[in-house]
């Protein structure tokens, strides 16, 4: 495991390099783009969204892997707005209703446990406050039939990814009004992460 994560870090910019300049990199800066207050992205992996934070935001980097997070560090540097925790999804360091954004970017797919993670992404966000989410989702027909088959090997290899769950219906049943903003692919639409969604959800009630 140890060395599997080692490797899986050490290749992760690169292997997304492509995805990131021809979409992703611009989905993010949209999904972040207005984002003030006190903001934790979770599953913050090598930096990704670092860039794309208004300068306006006090950013929480959540990351357990020390592979990812070495990186994550080293990109930091001296950005004032930003500092890193080791911390999973399932238990954030925040007082309750004391968040006004919490960020997912390509993380609900793998945290250890969604429902654990959306319930503690409620209990630290402010009753105004905004989960943000850019996240591959199971497909439908044929598609969603292959991403089952394929999904104990993709998660062996991709450090648990899982490829065939139904994020937006469960951001729904932990207690939050979501709103898709689009639903797209990221190069041909076959490949087992796609489709893609990005939206927004706040605190029902």
């Not at 219906?169 to 087992?192: H, K, R, T, Y």
């Amino acid at each position: 495991m140890g060395l599997r994560s080692a490797l899986f870090a050490a290749q992760y910019d690169a292997a997304m390099r492509q995805a990131e300049h021809e979409e992703l990199a611009s989905r993010r800066a949209a999904l972040l783009s207005g984002l003030n207050g006190i903001v934790y992205d979770v599953g913050a992996g090598t930096g990704a969204n670092l860039r794309h934070f208004p300068p306006s935001c006090q950013v929480t980097a959540v990351e357990p892997d020390p592979n990812m997070r070495k990186r994550l560090e080293a990109k930091v540097g001296s950005v004032g707005n930003v500092r890193v925790v080791a911390a999973g999804a399932e238990a954030l360091q925040a007082e309750d209703a004391s968040v006004d954004a919490v960020v997912f970017t390509l993380v609900l797919c793998s945290v250890p446990d969604q429902a654990t993670a959306l319930a503690e992404t409620r209990r630290v966000l402010k009753p105004e406050g905004r989960l943000l989410f850019l996240e591959h989702v199971r497909g439908t027909g044929a598609h969603a039939t292959f991403q089952d088959l394929l999904r104990p090997v993709w998660s062996f290899a991709a450090q648990g990814c899982q490829l065939n769950r139904n994020t937006v219906a469960a951001i729904s049943a932990a207690g939050f009004n979501v709103a898709v903003q689009d639903e797209f692919s990221v190069g041909p639409g076959w490949l087992p992460v796609n489709p893609m969604v990005m939206g927004t959800a706040t605190p029902e009630g």
